[in-house]
């Protein structure tokens, strides 16, 4: 808040407004998944502050207050969730992991029995540490079924069945401790977007001929250099509405008609990174009010990733099916293999 009015003092008060705006989205996204309303409500009223301030030419340095009593507000829900965690629930306040013992037994004795072989190789080596790191880290697709399960709600809050889900891996990679949030945010907003933008309603689908629930597809590989983690996320539903995105460009003033005639499909998909873009016609608290692809290409281009819409067909001349690509660098992620330096050490 004080860099806040620091900025509001030169001028320059909108880029923080908007940062704040998107930690919030984030924030409220996330709490309305796992279903904590008291949060995801005052969140949203914070949310709403923003926006004033970001339709606004002027500073309003009175609505500090206001913001203020709406901080007050999300730190007393998340403190009584915290108490509900910890003391009702009995979950411990330290890091400490829980691990099944027979699984921890087990990797013991495998790893006492190989270590008396003299003729231990790397490969087992590897094997050993391979089992350890289940212990600490989160493979990517345990942390993916762990948020599916908090998107069911929101399917049904807007009438539609809860969406089939798939997940496909050409390998065993697990989320390092850092990214973990990262990883879970823009994963949770992309599959918001499906549910909520992509997939229609159910007599809908019936009418085009699938089926009442919608298909939610989720594969991930490693890139051929191995520099990068791959994940695409890509759903069965209505696709990109490229006309709907034309027309919102030029309402909005980020092209001309001219400039438009010249732009390909893809390339006006890409529109929708834009901040604040949303074809949307009433930005609800589900829709996202507004905030969508930008939060979630901002928040892997700050992890040294990118984003990227790869359109596939047209189910018309104006619907295009897509998949939603990100490229995260490997240093956050870790594929299960043994470094040199890890093999040597063993060795």
């Known amino acids: 808040l004080e860099k806040l009015s620091f900025d509001a003092q030169i001028s320059n008060f909108k880029p ?13 996204g996330l709490s309305r998944t796992f279903d904590m309303t008291e949060m995801s409500d005052a969140v949203h009223n914070a949310e709403s502050v923003c926006q004033e301030w970001q339709n606004s030419d002027q500073f309003d340095p009175y609505k500090i207050s206001v913001f203020r009593s709406c901080l007050t507000l999300i730190h007393a829900s998340l403190y009584e969730y915290k108490r509900i965690n910890f ?9 400490m992991i829980s691990v099944d013992r027979a699984y921890i037994e087990n990797a013991i004795r495998t790893l006492s029995a ?14 050993v540490v391979l089992d350890f790191k289940k212990l600490y880290l989160k493979e990517v697709k345990t942390l993916i079924s762990e948020d599916i399960k908090g998107l069911v709600n929101i399917s049904l809050k807007l009438g539609k069945e809860a969406p089939e889900f798939h997940f496909q891996s050409d390998s065993t990679v697990f989320v390092k401790p850092e990214f973990e949030s990262a990883l879970r945010t823009v994963f949770i907003h992309s599959l918001r977007n499906s549910i909520d933008h992509g997939i229609e309603m159910p007599e809908e689908r019936l009418a085009a ?57 893809q390339k006006i998909a890409d529109l929708i990174f834009y901040p604040g873009f949303s074809t949307a016609a009433d930005l609800s608290d589900m829709s996202g009010r507004g905030v969508g692809m930008d939060s979630i290409q901002k928040t892997i281009q700050e992890h040294g990733g990118k984003v990227d819409i790869v ?23 870790d594929t299960g293999r043994m470094s040199m330096g890890e093999l040597q050490t063993a060795s």
Request: charged share 25%; aromatic share 4%.
């Open 209 to 265: 001929g699938k089926s009442a629930s919608g298909n939610i597809n989720v594969t991930s590989h490693l890139s051929q250099d191995g520099k990068h983690f791959i994940l695409e996320i890509q759903d069965d539903g209505r696709g990109l509405q490229i006309d709907r995105i034309s027309q919102k460009a030029l309402a909005m003033g980020l092209v001309t008609e001219e400039q438009l005639s010249r732009l390909t499909p």
């Open 87 to 95: 003391d009702v629930l009995g979950r411990k306040r330290n890091s």
């Open 311 to 333: 359109l596939k067909h047209g189910n018309s001349q104006s619907n295009f099916a897509f998949i939603l690509r990100f490229s995260i660098p490997i240093r956050h992620m």
């Open 16 to 28: 923080m407004v908007s940062r704040i705006y998107r930690v919030l989205h984030t924030t409220k």
């Open 114 to 127: 190989e270590l008396e072989d003299e003729n231990l190789d790397r490969l087992q080596i590897a094997r």
